[in-house]
Structure formats: structure tokens, C-alpha cells
């Protein structure tokens, strides 16, 4: 089955850079699939980052589109977030995701990153 | 973007009775395939969301048939016939048609 786990540093200072990697398995990355990032902040709702296909095309929350990047690596089968400038508002538990048009998405445990000096 | 408003906010349940949690999007959901792009979550305390409903109505693999959504125009329902102990947890629509794809606000049931 379709399985997605996050990984990345738990701790970030505030101005750096945020970077997670999402590692897929069940599926290949290559597929008809939109790959994407949601976060939550402790305590609250849940937000939508942005996603990427295989081809590298990719939308992002006009929220957050100055400060995101978001990667694909086909070879390894796991695609990247990697967000700038971040400050104590982006510590949160940030989730990947897989969705296509017709079947249930799937989505990791999620890892929680804390920005702080 | 498209704007989700759910309500309640919070829904006390009785376990055996029925409970509904409403959502409204500001705009149609409704693709050009004929599906709606609305999808249900649970999130129970210290987990991540598992997706209940996709395609407006459509129940997720291994989701008990007591969950349900249904559609009218821009309002979807989430109905569970005969609320058990385990369906505690805060509960989230989310459209799936339009970047930047948009969550309620969340819907905590607890065991009254």
C-alpha cells in the first residue's frame, strides 16, 4: 500500500531555512499523482502548503509562495519542501500528502518542526 | 481562494445516536468530471487526519459504513448514523478543486 513518511530537522532558527523530505513507497513518484504539504500549527486548524507533480510543476498557497520551493527527486522517489525565512508562525507538524483525481489520498504521520533560537 | 465554513464548532454525541457536521464552500465544488472535489477527515487526539469521505461522498477504504457525505449546491454534510467512543476527534472538510486547496475550521465531537 501507499505509504509517505516525512523526515528533516526538529529544530530550526528563526531566518533559516526550513527543509523536509517526504520518502514515498507503494507507488512510483513518476505516477499520474499530485504530491503535496499541509501543515498544522500546535493546537490548530490545518493549512495547505502547496504540491508538485512528477513533471515538476507545482502550485503553492500565495501565503507562503515567496518563502517556498518545493522539489521533486523521481530517482530516490521522495519529493522536498524547503521553506526561507521562517519564524516562530511555521512552527507546526507538517504532513505529506498524495492525492490523484479519482482515488482516496494518502497522507504521512507528519513531523513536527519547531523554529526556535 | 475558496473559503470553507463548518459548523459546529464543537458536538456533544450520545454513542448510539446520529450526528451531522455541516460545511459550505463559497464556491461550486463541482468539477467538470461530474465529482465533487470535498473530502471529509477525522483527527483523532495525537494522530494524523485519516480521510473518511473523498469525491464528496465517496467512503475511504476501511471507513465503517456509518460515516456518509452528501451534497446539496455548495453545502455538504457529514452524517454518522450511530456514534461510537472511537469517532472522538476533531473533524475537518477540505476542498480538493482549486488551489490553494482550504480546510474548515474543524468540528471536535465529544462523548457527551
Redesign the interface.
Known amino acids: 500500500q501507499v505509504q509517505l513518511r516525512e523526515s528533516g530537522p526538529r529544530l530550526v532558527k528563526p531566518s533559516g531555512t526550513l527543509s523536509l523530505t517526504c520518502v514515498v513507497s507503494g507507488v512510483s513518484i513518476s505516477s499520474s499523482n499530485w504530491w503535496?504539504w499541509v501543515r498544522q500549527p500546535p493546537g490548530q486548524?490545518?493549512?495547505?502548503i502547496?504540491?508538485i507533480y512528477h513533471s515538476g510543476t507545482t502550485?503553492?498557497?500565495?501565503?507562503l509562495k515567496s518563502r517556498l520551493t518545493m522539489s521533486i527527486d523521481n530517482s530516490k522517489n521522495q519529493f522536498s519542501l524547503r521553506l526561507t525565512s521562517v519564524t516562530a508562525a511555521d512552527t507546526a507538524?507538517y504532513?505529506c500528502t498524495r492525492?490523484d483525481?479519482?482515488?482516496?489520498?494518502n497522507?504521512?504521520?507528519?513531523t513536527l518542526v519547531i523554529v526556535s533560537s | 481562494?475558496i473559503v470553507m465554513t463548518q459548523s459546529p464548532l464543537s458536538l456533544p454525541v450520545t454513542p448510539g445516536e446520529a450526528a451531522s457536521i455541516s460545511c459550505r464552500s463559497s464556491e461550486s465544488l463541482l468539477?467538470s468530471?461530474g465529482?465533487n472535489y470535498l473530502?471529509w477527515?477525522l483527527q483523532k487526539p495525537g494522530q494524523?487526519?485519516?480521510?473518511l469521505i473523498?469525491?464528496g461522498s465517496?467512503r475511504?477504504?476501511g471507513v465503517p459504513d456509518r460515516f456518509s457525505g452528501s451534497t446539496s449546491g455548495t453545502d455538504f454534510t457529514l452524517k454518522i448514523s450511530r456514534v461510537e467512543a472511537e469517532d472522538v476527534g476533531v473533524y475537518?472538510c477540505?476542498q480538493?478543486l482549486q488551489?490553494?486547496?482550504?480546510?474548515g475550521?474543524?468540528t471536535k465531537v465529544e462523548i457527551k
Open positions: 503535496s486548524g490545518l493549512e495547505w502547496g504540491e502550485n503553492y498557497n500565495p501565503s507538524l504532513y492525492r483525481y479519482y482515488t482516496s489520498p497522507w504521512g504521520q507528519g | 481562494e468539477h468530471n465529482y473530502e477527515y494524523s487526519p485519516q480521510v473523498y469525491l465517496t475511504a477504504s475537518y477540505m480538493a488551489t490553494p486547496f482550504t480546510f475550521g474543524g
